[in-house]
Each structure stands twice: as C-alpha cells, then as structure tokens.
C-alpha cells in the first residue's frame, strides 16, 4: 500500500523558513514526479513545486524565489525549504507523486495524496 506522509508543518512567524518532508512507501517514485500543492481556507488546491525524476524543477510564479524543491531518491522523499514566508502561505500543505510521465502538473494528474501538513504564518 503506496503512502506518502508529510512532517514538518507548524506555526512560524511572518519571514520564518520551514522546511516540509515526505516520505514515500509502498513504490519507489524515483521515476515519477514528486512535488507540492497547497489549499487555504475558502480556496482551490494549487500547485506548489514539483521535481521530475531527471531533477527538473518548476514553481508556482507566485512562490519561485522564496521555496526550493529537492528529492532524497534513496530515501524516496521529497522535501520544500520555504523561505520568507507570509501569513499568505498558511495552508495545508499536500505531497503529491504525478503519474509516470506527466507534465501537465495538475491536481488531475496525481496518482497518490498524502494527508497534508499545516502551516501557520503568523503576522
């Protein structure tokens, strides 16, 4: 059974780093894109980062500068440095793996979700 399990999430203050881990288990993803999306409150999931098996990176352009994407392939995690962050960035924050050669990175295009993690910017 695939899992996808996310740490990391917590209250932080406005221009506070956190950095956000997932574990995968059940598959290897080392073939498959991994990456982020987020929901605040009253809002639509949106995409965050990604990171394709080649190590390719893409962000959201509202975010790139200020989050960084990265993998641990023998570990089969995925993590997101953020940086700067707002009390804008408070969300749940969802791990997601894409399916084996999208790119179109897409809520409609995830094949696992993990649980999600909160984050909590405070002004």
């Known amino acids: 059974q695939v899992k996808l399990q996310e740490s990391g999430g917590g209250l932080v203050q406005t221009g506070d780093f956190l950095r956000l881990s997932c574990a995968a288990s059940?598959?290897?993803?080392?073939?498959?894109?991994m990456g982020w999306f987020r929901q605040a409150p009253g809002k639509e999931r949106e995409f965050v980062a990604v990171?394709?098996?080649?190590?390719?990176?893409y962000y959201s352009n509202s975010l790139k500068g200020r989050f960084t994407i990265s993998r641990d392939h023998d570990k089969n995690t995925v993590y997101l440095q953020m940086g700067s962050l707002k009390p804008e960035d408070t969300a749940v924050y969802y791990c997601?793996?894409?399916?084996?050669?999208?790119?179109?990175?897409?809520?409609?295009?995830?094949?696992?979700w993990g649980q999600g993690t909160q984050v909590t910017v405070s002004s």
């Open positions: 997601a793996t894409f399916r084996r050669g999208s790119n179109i990175y897409s809520p409609n295009e995830v094949e696992y």
């Open positions: 990171e394709t098996w080649a190590g390719y990176t």
């Open positions: 059940g598959r290897t993803f080392s073939r498959d894109p």
